[in-house]
Nanobody, 123 residues
Framework: QVQLVESGGGLVQPGGSLRLSCVAS????????MGWYRQAPGKQRESVAT???????TYADSVKGRFTISRDNAKNTVYLQMNNLKPEDTAVYYC?????????????????WGQGTQVTVST
C-alpha cells in the first residue's frame, strides 16, 4: 500500500522559513506529478506548488518568489522550501502524488494524499 508521509511543519515567525518534506513508500514503480496543497480554517484546499516528473513546475500566485518545490525521484521525495513566510500562509499542508504502483492485477496509477502537516506563521 502506497503511503505519503509529510514532515517539517511547525510554528515560525513572519519572515521565517520552513522546509517541508514528503516521502512516498510502498510498492512504487514510479512517481508522476507530485505537489503540495494547503487548507486554511474555513477555506477550501488549494494548490500551492506542483512539479512533473521531468521538472515542470506550477505555483500559486500568492507564493511565487517565496516558495520553491523540488523532488528527488530516486528517494520518492518531494520538498517545499518556504521563505519569507506570512501569517496568511498558515494552513495544513498536504502532499499529493500520482504514483504507479504494483497492485494485485498489475501496475496501477492512483492519486495519493498525505495526512497533512500544520504550518503556523505567527508572532
Amino acid at each position: 500500500q502506497v503511503q505519503l508521509v509529510e514532515s517539517g511543519g511547525g510554528l515560525v515567525q513572519p519572515g521565517g522559513s520552513l522546509r517541508l518534506s514528503c516521502v512516498a513508500s510502498g510498492p512504487i514503480v514510479s512517481n508522476n506529478a507530485m505537489g503540495w496543497y494547503r487548507q486554511a480554517p474555513g477555506k477550501q484546499r488549494e494548490s500551492v506548488a506542483t512539479m512533473s516528473r521531468v521538472g515542470i513546475t506550477t505555483y500559486a500566485d500568492s507564493v511565487k518568489g517565496r516558495f520553491t518545490i523540488s523532488r528527488d525521484n530516486a528517494k520518492n521525495t518531494v520538498y517545499l522550501q518556504m521563505n519569507n513566510l506570512k501569517p496568511e500562509d498558515t494552513a495544513v499542508y498536504y502532499c499529493n502524488a500520482d504514483i504507479y504502483s504494483r497492485g494485485t492485477t498489475g501496475i496501477v496509477l492512483n492519486n495519493h494524499w498525505g495526512q497533512g502537516t500544520q504550518v503556523t506563521v505567527s508572532t
